[in-house]
């Protein structure tokens, strides 16, 4: 049970923990996975130089050791282990690793994932299977460890998971779609079931965002992406990061089971269409 509520004064508003501080997360642990590439370099950079530990995943060994290396070239903290979240024995390894070596993680960036455009018709079966693996059962098995370790260590925790904006659905992404809303809704459910180990668990909802990720898209479906939102440009993995920051620092303590969504206004005005826009919609 939770302590008598009081009701805070000056005194506690003169001491209350800043979000943002510099070292706001020095001797904390970090795990951004898809952290070799766009919004997860970003944000590992981000908590690495507010004082954090990072560990990188991602499947591309070369682009975890670049980012690793730069951010350390700046005296931070950062490794990496080169890691499929599809492979659920090798996502258990992970965090007994992290847990001997750093102690466990105390946040968990979920952002590896990712899909290719098609219009769902077309869809093979590996094709839709695959995206599903990536983004739902993938995540699924990096927040269940997570939350395994901090129960079992009876540590607080905290999941980000990087989904997208799919409340409209999203025209060419139909199976990455179906994963995000489960991984929202995933999310929505554990974050209540976990409440009492501490552990919150949010999610942020990226709109178009120019990264290394782009060069999945089509030029054609690419060149319409910043103009489906109102303020008709894309977003950067900075601003992604600082969204990731903000729930997972202090300035989100009585926030879990959301979905921030970090689109430009894009989800209220402007279409998208990821494998581009057929005739019939010109
Ligand atoms: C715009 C705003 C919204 C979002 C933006 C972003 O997310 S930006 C970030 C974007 N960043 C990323 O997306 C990066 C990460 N993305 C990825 O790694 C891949 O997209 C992945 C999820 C499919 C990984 O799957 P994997 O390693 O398991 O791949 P695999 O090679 O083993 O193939 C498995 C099946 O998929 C099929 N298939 C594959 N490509 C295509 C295609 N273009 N067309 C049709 N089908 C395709 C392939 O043919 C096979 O089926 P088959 O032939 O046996 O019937
Ligand atoms: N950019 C955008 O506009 C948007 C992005 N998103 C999502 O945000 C996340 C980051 O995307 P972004 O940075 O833009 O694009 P990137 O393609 O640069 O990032 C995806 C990262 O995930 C890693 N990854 C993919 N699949 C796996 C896997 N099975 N296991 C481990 N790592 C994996 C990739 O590395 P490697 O291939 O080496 O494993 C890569 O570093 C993704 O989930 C993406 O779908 C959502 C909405 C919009």
């Given at each position: 049970m939770a302590d008598s509520p009081r009701v805070m004064g000056d005194a506690d508003f003169a001491r209350a923990p800043l979000p943002?501080?510099?070292?706001?997360?020095?001797g904390k642990t970090v795990l951004v996975s898809?952290?070799?590439?766009g919004i997860g370099k970003a944000t590992a950079w981000l908590f690495a130089r507010l004082g954090a530990q990072v560990i990188v995943t991602g499947r591309t060994e070369e682009k975890l050791v670049t980012t690793v290396e730069a951010i350390r070239a700046q005296g931070l903290l950062a490794d990496y282990r080169v890691q499929d979240i599809r492979d659920y024995d090798g996502v258990a390894t992970l965090f007994a690793e992290l847990y001997g070596?750093?102690?466990?993680?105390?946040?968990?960036?979920?952002?590896a994932g990712g899909q290719f455009p098609q219009?769902?018709?077309?869809?093979s079966k590996n094709g839709f299977d695959a995206v599903v693996a990536n983004n739902l059962n993938g995540s699924w098995y990096m927040m269940q460890h997570a939350a395994l370790q901090w129960r079992d260590s009876a540590k607080a925790g905290c999941i980000v998971n990087i989904v997208a904006v799919v409340p409209r659905g999203m025209a060419g992404g139909a199976h990455t779609c179906a994963a995000r809303a489960g991984v929202i809704h995933l999310s929505k459910t554990v974050a209540v079931e976990w409440a009492e180990y501490g552990i919150r668990v949010n999610c942020v909802a990226p709109g178009v965002i120019f990264s290394e990720?782009?060069?999945?898209?089509?030029e054609e479906a690419r060149s319409a992406f910043d103009q489906s939102?109102?303020?008709?440009r894309f977003g950067t993995p900075w601003d992604i990061a600082q969204s990731c920051v903000f729930l997972s620092?202090?300035?989100?303590?009585?926030?879990?089971?959301e979905v921030l969504t970090v689109d430009g206004g894009g989800q209220l005005w402007g279409d998208l269409w990821m494998a581009g826009k057929p005739d019939y919609f010109k």
């Open positions: 943002f501080s510099a070292t706001g997360f020095a898809g952290g070799g590439s070596e750093y102690g466990g993680v105390d946040v968990l960036i979920n952002n219009p769902a018709i077309d869809f990720g782009m060069g999945v898209y089509s939102n109102p303020m008709r620092d202090s300035s989100a303590r009585f926030i879990t089971g």
